[in-house]
C-alpha cells in the first residue's frame, strides 16, 4: 500500500525534527524542505535540519525563498514601523511565504498533504470544511499565528505536535529518538530576521531617515521631553521613554505629520471598542451579528470577551471591560472556546 506523501518544513528546530518523526510513525512519507529566508540566520540552520533529514533517511531540498520573503515580509514589516504600526510577521509569513512555498513543492512532487511544527490542532468535517484549534499545550499555542490561513490550505495542512503536552514532551522525544544536533537546541527567536531581537537597530540601519527626534508630550498638551525617533516606541510602551514625572507614563499615540510621541496615564490606554481591518474568517463567515467572542489581543495576551460587529466602514470589536495597549497593525484573533474562527488587524 503506497503511504500517503506529505511536505514537511523541517527548519532545523526540535519542533519540526519531531515532527517528522511523528509523521512517520503515523505511516507517511515525509519529504522535508527547509526554506531560505534570511540570510544571515540560515546557516545554522540548514546543517541542523540536514543533519536531522539524514537521520531519519528523509528526501531533502533547500528552496530559497529569500526574494520573497524581503519583498513581502521585510519590506512591510520596515514600513510599518516607520509609520508608527507595529506589524505582524509571521502571521502574514506563514500564508504568504512559508506554507505557499510548502504547497507548491507538494504540487510539484505529486504529495496530498503540507505539514508544520505548529503548536494548533485542526478539525476536519465532512464536508471538507476544517476547523483550526488552540494546541493542547497553551504554553505553546501557536494557533494565533495561523488564524490567515485559507481554507484551501487548511484542508492539506497537517500539524504533528497539535497534541503535544508540553515543549518538555518534545524534547524527551527528540532525545529518545537521538535526533542530532536538535533536541537541546534553544527555541527560536520571534522574529527571525533580526538577530539579537534588537528590532529598533535593524529599523535604524535600514530606515535612518525615520529616526527623526521629535517633542513627547502629555495627553494635556505638555511637553515633557523629547524622543529619538518614533519607531523605537510602541503603544503601551512605559519603559525607556526617559521623561521625568510624579506618576507612571506610557505611550498612548503617535501624530506622524508632526513627529509627536503622545504619553499618558495607564487610563489613556483603555478602549472600550477598536475598529479593525483586513478582517479574515478562518471556516467561514458568521450568519448571526453581533457575535459573542473571545480575543486575544497579541500573541501570549489572556482572552477577551468581546462582541464583534459590522459597520459601514468595516469591523468593530466592543469589549466586555477595557482593554489596553491596542496597537495599530497588530492582529486581534478571534476566539470561540477552544477554535480559532478568523481574526484582522487593528486600525489606526
Known sequence: ???PRVVLGLSGGVDSAVAAVLLLEAGYEPYAVTL????????TALS??????????????????????RQRIVEPFIEAYSTGRTPNPCVLCNPQVKLWALLAEANRLGAQWIATGHYAR????????????????PRRDQSYFLYRLPQ?????????????????????LARDRALPLVAER????????????????????????????????????????????LPA????????????????????GME?????????????????????????????????????????????????????????????????????????GQSAVFYRGEEVIGGGFFAD
Do not use: N
Not at 36 to 43: D, V, Y
Not at 52 to 63: D, F, K, Q
Not at 161 to 166: A, I, N, Q, Y
Open 152 to 172: 484551501s490550505m487548511l484542508r492539506r495542512l497537517l500539524l504533528p505536535l497539535g497534541e503535544m503536552r508540553s515543549k518538555a514532551e518534545v524534547r524527551a
Open 48 to 69: 541542523a535540519a540536514q543533519a536531522v533529514a539524514e537521520h531519519l533517511h528523509l528526501p531533502w531540498r533547500t528552496v530559497d525563498l529569500s526574494e520573497r520573503f
Open 256 to 328: 506622524q505629520a508632526t513627529r509627536t510621541l503622545i504619553v499618558g496615564p495607564l487610563s489613556a490606554l483603555l478602549r472600550e471598542t477598536a475598529a479593525l481591518e483586513a478582517v479574515v474568517f478562518t471556516a467561514g463567515e458568521p450568519e448571526a451579528l453581533p457575535l459573542p467572542l473571545q480575543v486575544r489581543i497579541r500573541h501570549r495576551a489572556p482572552l477577551a470577551a468581546a462582541t464583534l460587529e459590522r459597520e459601514e466602514e468595516g469591523w468593530r470589536l466592543r469589549f466586555a471591560r477595557p482593554q489596553r495597549g491596542l496597537a495599530p
Open 233 to 252: 516606541y510602541t503603544i503601551g510602551q512605559r519603559k525607556g521613554l526617559g521623561v521625568g514625572s510624579d506618576e507612571r507614563l506610557y505611550v498612548v
Open 186 to 229: 534553544r527555541d527560536s527567536q520571534d522574529l527571525c530576521f533580526i538577530a539579537e531581537g534588537d528590532y529598533r537597530r535593524f529599523l535604524r540601519d535600514r530606515r535612518p531617515d525615520a529616526f527623526r527626534p521629535g517633542p513627547i508630550v502629555t495627553t494635556d498638551g505638555r511637553v515633557v521631553g523629547e524622543h529619538r525617533g
Open 1 to 3: 500500500m503506497t503511504k
Open 36 to 43: 531560505r529566508l534570511w540570510p544571515p540566520a540560515a546557516e
Open 122 to 137: 485542526l478539525r476536519r468535517e465532512a464536508d471538507g470544511t476544517v476547523h483550526l484549534l488552540a494546541g493542547r499545550d
